[in-house]
């Protein structure tokens, strides 16, 4: 399978408990981030993204929170599932720029 | 069904040898990417194109080449002179304008092995 996971900060977290995965970014001057989900062997799945204008986005069973003075992003994912068994990594973008910066990523690993 | 395939999922490369990996999309995207992904490492960009017939080096462009002569595709190259190419990769499309220009999708990946 892919080895994208080892030597990755891990979380584990019981079926059904909520999930908070942190992210620091880089660059003061990044306005635009987004959450994906990695699963093994796959290519990364956008998940949900927040603008700096904004400090909390809500999706479906995620919250994405958005801390511009400590330069921090979390992302919490409500009544975790199996399904949910993968690495999530945040990335930062300036508005118009084509590059982005990616975080290296935490694996989550649920126990049912 | 729409969105960004790769092909092949598995690749297998003697050194010494060029191999071609295949990115295409039919978003309609004017922006395509690619990355390289190492365990326990953030993805790194190889080359990105911002519209046909153009393309920029990313933050490791050595030993890689690439061509956008098509919109929908944007395939990338590894030569035999990338010295360490076995890696997890990754194409990325964007759209170049508009509401929810800025986020990147991604293809499934290929996995490239050096023997």
């Known amino acids: 399978g892919e080895s994208v996971g080892l030597h990755l900060p891990t979380l584990s977290v019981q079926e059904g408990d909520n999930s908070i995965i942190n992210c620091a970014y880089s660059n003061s001057a990044s306005d635009y981030f987004i959450w994906y989900k990695q699963e093994s062997g796959k290519g990364p799945q956008f998940i949900i993204d927040?603008?700096?204008?904004?400090d909390k986005r809500q999706g479906q069973r995620v919250t994405v929170l958005l801390n511009k003075t400590v330069k921090h992003l979390s992302l919490q994912i409500a009544a975790t599932q199996p399904g949910d068994s993968a690495v999530y990594f945040c990335?930062?973008?300036?508005?118009?720029?084509?590059?982005?910066?990616f975080g290296t990523g935490t694996k989550l690993q649920v126990i049912p | 069904d729409g969105g960004i395939t790769q092909s092949p999922k598995y690749l297998f490369r003697k050194e010494g040898q060029n191999v071609t990996l295949s990115c295409e999309q039919n978003l309609n995207h004017d922006a395509m990417y690619w990355y390289r992904q190492d365990p326990g490492q953030g993805l790194r960009l190889i080359y990105y194109s911002q519209i046909v017939n153009d393309f920029q080096k990313g933050d490791i462009a050595e030993g890689y080449s690439v061509s956008r002569e098509k919109k929908e595709s944007f395939p990338l190259t590894v030569t035999s002179a990338q010295k360490n190419p076995t890696a997890f990769y990754l194409c990325?499309?964007?759209?170049?304008w508009g509401v929810g220009s800025d986020t990147q999708y991604f293809g499934p990946g290929t996995r490239l092995t050096v023997l």
């Open positions: 990325a499309s964007r759209e170049q």
């Open positions: 927040i603008r700096s204008n904004m």
């Open positions: 990335a930062e973008n300036i508005g118009g720029y084509q590059k982005v910066t």
